[in-house]
């Protein structure tokens, strides 16, 4: 079982998008990982949302032009993103088991995001294996972005995985880091409790 699933059961995916929407009305900015990757891809490219959650990022991603799937294991947040877009592809898989070709998905992405701490709530153990799974799925040349938390203050759950872990990950997938930052909005990296990974695929 993975950390999410012991964390919420599986059933959370309308408070989940409650907490978000309650943030968009008090004014905060809820496409900041949306806006980043759009910073780094052009409009056209190919964004696998990789724990997709209730379809946040991808919709916005998808809203300025780019060709997005999205996956998650959590049906309960599946049933709110088919929701609010049900014209965008959502796929209900485990992470450690994504094959683009047994869901009949081209595995040539252009980017590949996991925000909302995807890493560190994975079930303990399969973490490389995921990394190699996402790394799989991008074209040579490919990014894959990753945004999590790395102490007690960030996370909802005890930290599990280091900075130098999911490097070695990376690494033995085949993807060399290309920038790190402390937060969506690109702020330098600092050796701070969050982080915005980005690793780029060997061409």
């Not at 989940?16 to 900041?32: C, K, N, P, T």
């Not at 309960?76 to 869901?103: G, I, K």
């Not at 070695?168 to 060399?176: E, F, I, P, R, T």
Request: aromatic content about 8%; overall charge negative.
């Amino acid at each position: 079982m993975s950390r999410w699933q012991d964390l919420t059961g599986g059933t959370s995916g309308s408070e989940y998008a409650a907490r978000f929407e309650a943030l968009a009305r008090s004014g905060q900015d809820m496409h900041g990982e949306a806006s980043f990757c759009a910073a780094l891809v052009p409009a056209g490219a190919r964004v696998l949302d990789a724990g997709c959650g209730t379809g946040r990022v991808m919709i916005r991603l998808a809203g300025l032009g780019y060709d997005c799937v999205g996956i998650d294991l959590d049906a309960s947040m599946l049933d709110v993103a088919r929701a609010q877009a049900p014209d965008l592809p959502w796929y209900r898989t485990d992470l450690a088991a994504f094959d683009p070709a047994a869901l009949g998905v081209a595995p040539d992405f252009d980017l590949v995001v996991a925000a909302g701490n995807v890493m560190p709530l994975l079930t303990p153990g399969t973490e490389s294996t995921v990394v190699a799974r996402l790394a799989a799925a991008l074209r040579p040349g490919g990014l894959l972005v990753a945004g999590f938390g790395l102490d007690a203050d960030h996370l909802p759950v005890p930290p599990s995985l280091t900075l130098p872990e999911y490097d070695a990950c990376c690494a033995a997938a085949g993807l060399d880091l290309v920038d790190r930052f402390a937060t969506w909005d690109a702020a330098p990296y600092d050796g701070g409790g969050y982080a915005v990974s980005v690793h780029r695929s060997k061409s």
